[in-house]
């Protein structure tokens, strides 16, 4: 394998000294960019583009074409491995995610078997090994999942939701139906993501994008406690260099010291944390990834440059923070705006690493 050119973003992670503040964005592969909207149209429809590891990596590619970025992630959604427990995932325009078969019923749950990676998720690793091979070294490769929690609420509900009305009924009402499920998904996880480190992954992310939906209780029963089992359960080293694992709560702000205590590397922050709190809290335990509000893309350089500053000054010195948006990237940002972001992060970035 190609020596890495750019490790800031492992380094960082790691809190080892750095020259400027690594960044990357969420959903950097995305509907934003007219050259992904053309792979797509090209592929047929997202799936399509997902299954397809030669696009998956073109699209993978294609923001660290027009961006300085600091990491690739893997092109491919959290929703892989429901499908691939067969519970039939499509996208319906404009509508989002949805299954055909919702695993609503403990008789459901019960009947779910746990992918076997290199087979079920096959077209996801030959994604990865393609993806790490094409980049050759530039910059490291992150892979990722869902967490248990998160996917459940799209397997429980069948698709997107905002009152979480079936899946919170489940906790509630029939819990133990409800912890076979993310268990079976924890040991889905864990496969799915060793498997994504031995076909190259570098660094490892999981997406816990629904878990600020839950009472402060239920979120260390039904979604802390499974993304522990996937942290104890994670390969950590591989080609020689330890493999960071970050963990995401969107609305978790206020849980920062319970997600630290898992063993993870880092953590990443939605836009409604204070950074500098944040370091205070936790910083002495995981670096910390985050966290400028995807809509200042909306405004104009000077403005944008302004709030990087913000929150570069709000970590303060040294190493230890990856900078990226607090949630993905909106579909109607302007790519111009986008590159002035990552241009303003690694410029204004210089002065706290000396
Ligand atoms: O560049 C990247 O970040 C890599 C690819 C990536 C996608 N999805 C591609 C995608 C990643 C890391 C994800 C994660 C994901 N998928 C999450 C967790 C992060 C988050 O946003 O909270 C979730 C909840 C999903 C589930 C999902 N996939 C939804 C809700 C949707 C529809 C939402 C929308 O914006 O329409 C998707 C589709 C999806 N996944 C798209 C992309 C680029 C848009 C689909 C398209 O091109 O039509």
Redesign the pocket.
């Known amino acids: 394998m190609a020596e890495l050119k750019n490790d800031r973003y492992l380094r960082a992670l790691l809190k080892e000294p750095v020259d400027v503040t690594p960044v990357w ?7 934003y960019l007219p050259e ?2 053309a792979t ?1 149209a090209q592929a047929g ?2 799936m399509a ?2 299954r397809n590891a030669e696009l998956a990596c073109e ?2 590619l294609q ?1 660290l074409r027009r961006y300085d970025l600091d990491a690739a ?7 892989t491995v429901p499908d691939a427990m067969g519970l039939g995932l499509y ?1 319906e325009a404009g509508e ?2 949805r299954f055909e078969r919702p695993t609503d019923t403990i008789d459901a749950i019960k009947k779910l078997s746990i992918p076997d990676p290199e087979d079920d998720l096959g077209y996801v690793m030959r994604a990865v090994s393609t993806i790490r091979r094409e980049l050759n070294g530039q910059v490291p490769l992150i892979g ?1 999942s ?1 967490s248990p929690w ?1 996917l459940a609420t ?1 397997m429980v509900e069948g698709g ?1 939701s905002k009152a979480f009305e079936k899946i919170k009924r489940m906790m509630y009402a029939e819990p133990a139906a409800l912890h076979m499920l993310l268990d079976k998904l924890a040991d889905s996880v864990v496969l799915y993501l060793n498997a994504q480190v031995a076909n190259g992954a570098q660094s490892l ?1 999981i ?1 816990d ?2 878990g600020g939906a839950l009472s402060h209780a239920a979120y260390r029963e039904f979604s802390l406690r499974y993304m522990q089992k996937i942290v104890d359960g994670l390969t950590r080293f591989a080609d020689g260099r330890k493999v960071p694992v970050t963990l ?1 709560t ?1 609305g978790g702000g206020l849980w920062l010291e319970a997600m630290a205590e898992t063993g993870c590397d880092a953590l990443g922050l939605d836009w409604t944390v204070d950074i500098a709190d944040a370091r205070r809290r936790v910083g002495h335990k995981v670096a910390l990834q985050g966290n400028m509000d995807p809509s200042v893309l909306y405004a104009q350089p000077e403005r944008i440059a302004q709030e990087v500053e913000t929150i570069l000054a709000g970590y303060g010195e040294g190493s230890g923070h990856v900078f990226n948006l607090g ?2 990237i909106h ?1 109607f940002a302007d790519p111009e705006h986008a590159g002035e972001f990552v241009k303003s992060v690694h410029e204004l970035s210089a002065k706290y690493h000396k």
Not at 25 to 31: C, D, L, P, V
């Open positions: 964005m969420m959903r950097q592969a995305g509907r992904y909207r797509r429809d997202f583009l997902c699209v993978t923001p992630i893997l092109f491919s959604d959290i929703l996208f989002g995610p990722f869902g998160t799209y997107s992310m997406f994008s629904w995401f969107k949630h993905g579909q």
